[in-house]
């Protein structure tokens, strides 16, 4: 079986961690040995991840640096790409000695008239304070919204048309490698009329990147791995319900956090109807059995709606 594994941010950095490497050095053994090692020693696996925290903090530390412009975030992508998949690398080795592992830096297509570009909405980086989030707004052009109790930076978030790698990551595949790719949703890049591209200052998410790299690579499963046990019909979950086994059409009746579940929701629910396959969204710990439908939410084809209490 092929699957592909889309890690989230809380795999490598929780909400009040410092951004240290070694915090997140551990954060991704411990995500590895949970999640993916398990599933890779039976079935054939990629693994995609996000990284907002990261880019963000990368940013930070370039505006830091007054001598020259600060680097672009498609440039950032591309050094969080390395810097996470390293990491990733790592704890796989560990996990599965011998395998071949691979980290393929992946450019993602976007369309440059993408209406994402005028509404800046996807937060990377950390929460900071009203004064800091002001001071920062100052010196650069960087726009906050309001976000757990403080102000995160958000940045344009265009929908990914295209994954330019493909071929090379389904040739790693046949060699039998574990491949890690598109990273943080993808470096976001637009084509060119001369057959170049260019990138863009955009991050793209990770998780609709994810639906489609598994549609490309004709995944079995998408597994979107996160900090909660489930898909709940409301939030706080103790307002709500968790969701079990569902069919896209009735998860997509109910609203999600923009930030938060909404994405993911999008992104199984895109998976399921564009190729009759199932994807499964639920806690890191309990992949193996998210993967089994024995835990988290499963959309697949022909799985019932939702009960009328639970809409």
């Known amino acids: 079986m092929r699957v592909v594994i889309a890690l989230g941010g809380n795999a490598l950095l929780r909400r009040g961690e410092p951004l240290s490497a070694e915090v997140q050095r551990n954060n991704v053994l411990q995500a590895i040995s949970l999640a993916v090692a398990p599933i890779a020693r039976a079935h054939e696996v990629v693994v ?10 990368l940013a930070l530390q370039s505006a830091a640096y007054r001598k020259v412009p600060s680097y672009p975030l498609d440039v950032l992508g591309a050094e969080s790409e390395g810097m996470i998949g390293y990491l990733i690398e790592l704890a796989l080795a560990g996990e599965l000695p011998g395998r071949d592992l691979a980290t393929l830096l992946t450019q993602v297509e976007v369309d440059p008239a993408d209406p994402a570009f005028a509404a800046p909405s996807k937060p990377i980086g950390p929460v900071y304070g009203k004064q800091e989030a002001e ?14 109790g403080g102000y995160r930076r958000v940045v ?6 295209r994954i330019r790698e493909i071929a090379a990551i389904k040739l790693l ?17 637009v084509a060119l009329p ?15 990147s994810a639906a489609l790299l598994a549609e490309a690579l004709e995944a079995d499963a998408l597994l979107l791995l996160t900090d909660v046990p489930a898909v709940w019909t409301r939030w706080p979950m103790e307002n709500g319900a968790p969701i079990g086994a569902v069919s896209a059409a009735a998860l997509r009746e109910l609203s999600f956090a923009p930030g938060s579940m909404a994405p993911k929701v999008a992104a199984a629910c895109r998976f399921v109807e ?8 639920g ?3 309990d ?16 799985a019932p709606g939702l009960p009328r209490a639970l809409r």
């Not at 001369?194 to 609709?208: C, H, Q, S, W």
């Open 283 to 285: 806690a890191l710990k």
């Open 194 to 208: 001369d057959g170049g591209v260019r990138g863009v200052e955009a991050v793209i998410d990770k998780d609709l």
């Open 287 to 302: 992949a193996p059995l998210i993967l089994a439908g024995m835990a988290g939410t499963i959309v697949q084809p022909g």
């Open 173 to 189: 595949l046949r060699a039998g490698a574990i491949v890690i790719c598109a990273g943080g949703g993808g470096i976001p890049v």
């Open 135 to 148: 001071r920062l707004g100052a010196e650069t052009s960087w726009v906050f919204r309001p976000d757990a």
């Open 48 to 57: 995609t991840h996000g990284n907002g925290p990261q880019i963000g903090l």
């Open 156 to 161: 344009p978030s265009p929908a990914p048309r």
């Open 274 to 281: 564009r190729t009759g396959r199932r994807a499964g969204i």
